[in-house]
């Protein structure tokens, strides 16, 4: 069996027998030099999962234009008294019940336990007012369900509530959420005063945008992950922060090859796959190619191909919207009163609801010491800066609607078009780490279904 052989299996896409037989040959007597060669464009976690979940039947050979692994997983430290935590810039949180398969990934990485766990609760404000909108009760803070100005926006939550539980198992992905929001028995003043404006801050567009948004992706991380009795909703925060599980398990790795700190700067079409080149100079010869990156980054680079026409179309159709996060140790953009704080705290400003999140709320307190005064804020549309900044980041969010919904599902039809592949949040319906990571086992199974680390997950 010869290298041809091998990369004509993996160019057949839908052939999944062919492509086990052709690399399990190889993986039984041959060296890692004539494994088959797979580039990844993209470090972050679908990049990463790629090449861990190939790790043993192909050399993989990852491009990252930063100089640390992670992408939308990026962590940064932050000292904070007398202590430094690692701060999530993008993506944070996972639950057993949102993000299962990235759980078992951290089990068997040996990451289990460097996980912390912590109530969710919820302040709504708007502006300056003296008293907020809502206050979440919890299991450590019921005064808000005695509270009578509270009442009618925490009945207005709890059916909403209830129908996200509902919903977010067996929705349909394409309905609005202005849609969905109206069929609720919630009267209009809490539907859109409230509900929708909090919403719109947990993507981070504005509340006009998040009419718009897939119903069931907006409401898919409160509904999926809520206990029965509607209180308590927990998630958990890496204490390496979520980049550092990306670096974990790159190192878990035997046969990558990383090229960091310098951009892809061309793909070429070769007679036995792909050339790769960065700016740095560095490259590639491969059989097969995953752009593991957003689709705005892909677009440029994908090789000039006639088959891969529709392709390009579809890439272009996936909807981005601009946004800023920024990580800071004053309360600038808390309630007033610090008897309202919450573990998410979402302010209403004209058309935009932005959230912070408290980070005293989420680590235990020491002993003798007081919470953490560390916040992540959305800050896109926020009239004052923090006085205290720790980091800032401009970003493009995906902005999931339907018709984003329906671009992922038509580059699924796509996907393996003269050997090439994609990976990311944006292939599936939630922008989140396990879609990132469910997306890098697709490849892989379609590329090796018998990988021993994708049947570790469960294939």
């Known amino acids: 069996m010869n290298r041809d052989l091998t990369r004509r299996a993996f160019l057949k896409a839908g052939s999944a027998a062919a ?28 990049g990463v999962s790629c090449a861990w979940l190939l790790d043993g039947v192909a050399q993989t050979v990852l491009f990252e234009s930063r100089q640390v692994l992670g992408g939308h997983a990026e962590t940064i430290p932050v000292h904070v008294g007398n202590q430094t935590i690692g701060a999530d810039v993008g993506a944070q949180f996972f639950a057993d019940g949102t993000h299962p398969t990235y759980t078992t990934l951290l089990e068997a990485i040996g990451l289990q336990n460097a996980t912390v766990d912590a109530e969710m609760t919820i302040t709504v404000t708007a502006g300056t007012a003296s008293r907020p909108l809502f206050v979440s009760p919890s299991s450590s803070r019921t005064w808000p369900i005695l509270a009578q100005w509270n009442r009618d926006a925490l009945l207005a939550f709890f059916a909403f509530a209830l129908a996200a539980k509902q919903f977010s198992e067996d929705g349909d992905w394409l309905v609005p959420l202005g849609d969905w929001l109206a069929g609720l028995p919630i009267a209009p003043a809490q539907r859109d005063g409230l509900l929708l404006p909090l919403l719109a801050s947990l993507t981070g567009c504005t509340i006009p945008q998040a009419l718009t948004l897939s119903a069931r992706s907006a409401v898919f991380f409160i509904g999926k992950a809520l206990p029965a009795n509607l209180i308590g909703l927990r998630y958990k925060n890496s204490l390496l922060g979520l980049g550092g599980n990306v670096s974990v398990l790159a190192q878990r790795c035997h046969d990558l090859t990383v090229h960091r700190g310098s951009p892809v700067s061309g793909i070429e079409p070769i007679p036995t796959g792909f050339r790769i080149s960065n700016a ?5 010869d491969v ?8 689709p705005f980054r892909a677009r440029p680079l994908l090789p000039d191909l006639p088959e891969l026409a529709p392709v390009a179309a579809t890439l272009e159709s996936f909807d981005y919207f601009p946004a800023k996060i920024a990580i800071h140790r004053d309360p600038v953009y808390m309630p007033a009163a610090p008897a309202y704080w919450s573990s998410y705290n979402a302010d209403i400003s004209g058309e935009s609801c932005e959230g912070s999140i408290w980070y005293g709320a989420l680590r235990p307190v020491p002993a003798g010491g007081q919470p953490l005064s560390l916040f992540k804020s959305w800050a896109t549309e926020r009239s004052q800066p923090p006085a205290q900044p720790a980091f800032h980041q401009p970003f493009l969010h995906p902005l999931i609607t339907p018709a984003f919904i329906e671009a992922g599902r038509q580059l699924a039809t796509l996907q ?9 949040s944006y292939t599936g319906e939630v922008d989140s780490q396990e879609t990132a990571l469910t997306s890098a ?8 279904p018998q990988a021993p680390n994708l049947l570790l997950l469960g294939g």
């Open 19 to 46: 492509v086990a037989a052709s690399i399990a040959g190889r993986a039984r007597g041959l060296g890692a030099q004539d494994l088959p060669r797979v580039g990844i464009v993209g470090g972050g976690l679908a």
């Open 280 to 284: 740095a100079g560095a490259v590639e």
């Open 287 to 294: 059989d097969v190619l995953v752009f593991a990156n957003p």
């Open 416 to 424: 393996g078009r003269a050997g090439v592949w994609f990976a990311g």
């Open 441 to 448: 086992m697709n490849v892989a199974r379609n590329l090796h």
